[in-house]
């Protein structure tokens, strides 16, 4: 990919970095454009997104589910302990 005029003007790597925001929909339009001219020709790219997908709607799955006070309290306690023994 070194046709300066094709997809590789946006790197491989930087859709990769701007994949999170890009998802989130927190980008310039202008720049958001240059991703979705990008993916479309570049199969990696493709997949990249799709997993990517996969794994943001996992992890917002796992956000969703409640974490029981008592876990909570528990987390709580450990975190505070191991901050104070920290010191
Ligand atoms: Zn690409």
């Not at 929909?25 to 570049?42: F, M, T």
């Not at 799709?50 to 956000?63: D, E, I, P, S």
């Not at 974490?67 to 104070?84: A, D, G, T």
Request: charge should be neutral; include cysteine; charged fraction near 25%.
């Amino acid at each position: 990919m070194t046709d300066p005029s094709g997809p590789a003007k946006v790197e491989c790597r930087q859709i990769a970095e701007l994949l999170a925001d890009y998802l989130e929909g927190s980008l310039p339009q202008s720049v958001k454009e240059l991703i979705d001219w990008h993916i479309e020709a570049c199969g990696p790219c493709v997949a990249f997104v799709n997993t990517y997908r996969g794994t943001v709607n996992a992890a917002t799955k796992l956000r969703d589910v409640e974490i029981p006070s008592e876990l909570k309290q528990r987390l709580l306690n450990v975190l505070r302990s191991s901050r104070s023994s920290a010191r």
